[in-house]
């Protein structure tokens, strides 16, 4: 198993960590911020957005390629509706992209391997604490420099006991159907 640095989630850090991940290393000019799931994309871009905002403009000073990597086009929409450019998203079925493509980690791993040159490209890959990493590392065995970092994690809600118990009495009166 390829092991990869994990970071700590930006509100550890406050707004300063994460506009250490929104700017690549000098070494690379281009930088994917690949948001593995919806979820993913409504915990992490609020925190991110401020820093991103000047690469998003034209002319920015970094030189500096800033894209979105989306499995989708719903969470593509949903950037969008985040405030995040169209022409800084790069996902299957969104912007004119083939539709041939799958709208799936498979398709975006496509698109980021015909859209950027993986010697010049870092790939952070943001997602939940127990998610699988198969897309990050096929990223990596093509060639990108590859970091993940946790933005979530989700945790069970746990009724008080007598809602619990009102539940469990009550089941013979729910119809299945």
């Known amino acids: 198993a390829v092991r990869f640095n994990t970071l ?20 690379c000019p281009n930088r994917a911020l690949v948001f593995v799931s919806p979820s993913a994309l409504e915990m992490g871009l609020p925190e991110l957005l401020p820093e991103l905002l000047p690469d998003f403009l034209p002319g920015n000073a970094q030189h500096t390629r800033v894209v979105l990597g989306l499995m989708g086009q719903q969470s593509a929409e949903l950037a969008v509706a985040m405030g995040v450019p169209p022409a800084h998203i790069v996902a ?15 398709g975006l791993h496509t698109l980021l391997t015909r859209q950027f040159d993986a010697a010049q490209t870092e790939v952070l890959v943001l997602k939940g604490p127990h998610g699988r990493t198969d897309f990050a590392e096929n990223l990596l065995a093509a060639g990108f420099t590859v970091m993940l970092f946790e933005v979530y994690d989700r945790q069970p809600l746990l009724p008080e006991a007598p809602a619990l118990q009102q539940l469990l009495n009550n089941l013979n009166r729910l119809v299945f159907g």
């Open 8 to 27: 700590a989630p930006c509100s550890a850090g406050g707004q300063a960590a994460c506009g250490n991940l929104a700017k690549p290393q000098a070494r």
């Open 92 to 106: 299957p079925a969104f912007n004119g992209v083939q539709h041939d493509i799958p709208e799936d980690s498979s």
